[in-house]
């Protein structure tokens, strides 16, 4: 499977995004899909998982202002960002959960003013 983050950008504090990712193939059958990120100089972390049956956990940093979704028939996973800080910068990648698909390029967040 390739996964395919995309909709990353520039926001200022306080802003909003919405990240899609993309999949090669259905994803109907990969019970966890997840977000995670990576920061300059930091270690790739989870951010949200969310599985087939549409339950969801978050990293504690974010609770409250991510959400995660998946669409099923467009093989996409959406994070929903939502009062964004300095401290969200990084690349955002999406997978399932261990053991990983190839990882995709990510798309980079950059919170700033």
């Known amino acids: 499977v390739q996964l395919q983050a995309s909709g990353g950008g520039l926001v200022q504090p306080g802003g909003s995004l919405r990240l899609s990712c993309q999949a090669s193939?259905?994803?109907?059958?990969?019970?966890?899909m997840g977000w995670y990120r990576q920061a300059p100089g930091k270690a790739r972390e989870p951010v949200a998982k969310?599985?087939?049956?549409?339950?969801?956990n978050y990293a504690d940093s974010v609770k409250g202002r991510f959400t995660i979704s998946r669409d099923n028939a467009k093989n996409t996973v959406f994070l929903q960002m939502n009062s964004l800080k300095p401290e969200d910068t990084a690349v955002y990648y999406c997978?399932?959960?261990?053991?990983?698909?190839?990882w995709g390029q990510g798309t980079l967040v950059t919170v700033s003013s």
């Open positions: 997978n399932t959960d261990f053991p990983y698909y190839p």
């Open positions: 193939k259905s994803i109907v059958s990969i019970n966890v």
């Open positions: 969310i599985t087939s049956g549409r339950s969801t």
